[in-house]
């Protein structure tokens, strides 16, 4: 049976591969005895997935017509999707305590949106599920947000507080669309910032990425995917892992989302690495 892994999870692997296993390897991990728990969905992830929904409206709009959605249709699908997203709860955070503030947020970012880089965008493929094999045996799967005309351009939105490395995401992205017959030539991340919601909305930035370095790093995380995955159910004698054994996946206590909130494998036996933190 093949694993397929999903363009999105590359980048936090490496920030603590065992977190990511515990995502990526779930139904495994909790077969072997391991009993994780689950994660809130938090407030940044239901924001960013309003944002897309509306940049992907607005965008197939465009290339259905060759104008955009009218700027209400795009911010009325911002908010609806969020209520949905939101139906089943939240963990809010300090820049969006309550959906009132998630709210204006949204309307602001899908305005930004709508105003600074849907017009510069001509799409070829809009939210496209993709699928390649890896060299490694693994089975990569994901969504680009869009394929641009304007220089074979990957983009993808990031709707976060602060920027982080998406380039083992982006390479992935452009390892599927070339393996699906498309032309690529380079890749960006479009980065539109969520801040308090009494704060003006910035205009997003464009931060165009090395193709050829975001593929190598994308390859790079699945090929360490693909080693820990065969070590967990193999095993490996020179390091004194056995099958089945969390040390098949490194763990990092420093990272940042090492936290209950973010880390379904947190005080579980699948990872007790925080635990000599929390003792000293
Ligand atoms: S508890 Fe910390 S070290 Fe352990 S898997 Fe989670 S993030 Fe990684």
Request: proline share 6%; charged share 25%.
């Amino acid at each position: 049976m093949s694993d397929f892994i999903r363009a999105s999870s590359l980048s936090g692997y490496s920030d603590c591969p065992r977190r990511a296993a515990a995502r990526l390897f779930r139904q495994e991990i909790e077969a072997a005895g391991y009993i994780l728990h689950e994660t809130p969905q938090g407030i940044g992830a239901s924001v960013g997935t309003s944002i897309h929904a509306a940049a992907a409206l607005t965008l197939t709009e465009k290339a259905n017509t060759g104008s955009l959605a009218p700027l209400s249709a795009v911010t009325d699908c911002a908010v609806e999707t969020y209520r949905e997203t939101v139906a089943d709860g939240v963990m809010f955070d300090q820049k969006t305590p309550s959906s009132h503030d998630a709210e204006r947020q949204i309307v602001g970012m899908a305005a930004a949106y709508n105003r600074v880089l849907a017009p510069r965008i001509e799409p070829i493929a809009i939210e496209e599920q993709l699928e390649a094999d890896t060299p490694f045996g693994l089975v990569l799967t994901g969504r680009g947000d869009v394929l641009a005309r304007e220089k074979n351009r990957i983009r993808d939105l990031k709707c976060g507080q602060k920027r982080s490395n998406h380039k083992p995401q982006l390479g992935a992205y452009s390892l599927l669309y070339k393996a699906n017959g498309y032309e690529v030539e380079t890749c960006a991340e479009d980065f539109l910032q969520r801040v308090g919601s009494k704060k003006p909305q910035p205009d997003p930035l464009t931060f165009p990425h090395d193709i050829a370095a975001a593929e190598t790093a994308a390859l790079s995380v699945l090929r360490h995917i693909a080693s820990d995955i065969r070590v967990f159910r193999e095993g490996d004698p020179a390091m004194g892992v056995m099958p089945g054994d969390p040390w098949a996946f490194a763990a990092n206590p420093s990272s940042m989302l090492c936290h209950p909130k973010y880390c379904s494998a947190h005080g579980t036996d699948w990872c007790a690495e925080h635990m000599a933190k929390e003792a000293e």
